[in-house]
């Protein structure tokens, strides 16, 4: 682990899974890190705090690992402690308006605000997990925890760009979880459980540039048969007992497309026909 910048002092707020782990492998690099959490101790090397505002007392970075839900609230509380020449850095998975939101309570405050989206699993990576950044602090927040070792990509554009790539990539991979969930609970009330498995895994394995392709263009092109395809599935898991949430999204997408055909030219195909 590369060591951190002479002199630097990170504040963690929000000692749970993943800032249990940044926090230490902050430390683990010789900066000094001071964490707050009401209910987590900080790991061994972190020096604790009393409040959100102590922590953040001489902090050059404030990273917030709240909760989304926690992440306004931690913020009103750290101002009281920060200066001017610290970054507070939210690591929060939250929608772009919260990010939004923050910058500006930080920037009424004369305190530099960044977006940042970890963009992998923490457990097992820690500080090497990949992270992207945006908004006024951006690069002085990469530029602190690059020097710790960990990779922080900066982005264009204003807080909560940084959310809203993570966001977005969450709608494909977390979406194509739930699907997986949902089709082999109903292969197992199907007695085919383990033939599924191995066709998921076949297709996951094969996959390429050319799938994602295959799929958005087929799914326009054959919108109505696929509608109907996944009519009869959503009707198949209520045989089954099974909750049909994805089944019935993916029939209802594939009418609507259906109904509007593919776009033309990039124009969106939620504009009113």
Excluded at 131 to 137: C, I, L, Q, R
Excluded at 148 to 171: D, F, H, M, Q
Aim: hydrophobic fraction near 50%; proline fraction near 5%.
């Amino acid at each position: 682990m590369s060591g951190g910048p002479p002199g630097c002092t990170v504040a963690v707020l929000g000692l749970g899974e993943a800032g249990h782990e940044f926090a230490l492998g902050l430390a683990g690099t010789g900066v000094r890190v001071r964490g707050f959490d009401p209910a987590v101790p900080p790991p061994a090397g972190v020096e604790a705090a009393a409040s959100d505002a102590d922590a953040c007392r001489d902090a050059d970075l404030v990273l917030s690992l709240t909760t989304a839900s926690e992440a306004e609230a931690a913020l009103r509380q750290a101002l009281a402690g920060l200066s001017r020449a610290a970054v507070d850095a939210d690591a929060n998975t939250a929608a772009a308006g919260l990010k939004q939101r923050l910058a500006a309570l930080a920037g009424n405050a004369g305190v530099s605000f960044a977006d940042i989206a970890i963009m992998a699993p923490v457990p097992g990576r820690g500080l090497r997990a990949p992270m992207v950044a945006s908004g006024p602090g951006a690069a002085a927040a990469s530029r602190i925890l690059g020097a710790c070792g960990a990779t922080v990509e900066i982005l264009a554009g204003p807080a909560g760009a940084a959310a809203s790539r993570k966001l977005l990539r969450s709608v494909f991979y977390k979406g194509m979880a739930a699907a997986a969930v949902e089709a082999l609970l109903a292969a197992r009330e199907a007695g085919c459980e383990d033939w599924l498995r191995e066709h998921i895994a076949a297709e996951l394995a094969a996959a390429d540039g050319a799938t994602l392709t295959r799929l958005e263009e087929g799914s326009y092109r054959h919108a109505l048969r696929r509608a109907h395809e996944m009519a009869a599935a959503t009707e198949l898991l209520g045989e089954l007992a099974v909750p049909a949430r994805v089944a019935r999204a993916s029939q209802l997408w594939l009418e609507d497309l259906a109904q509007r055909g593919a776009p033309a030219g990039g124009e969106s195909i939620l504009r009113p026909p």
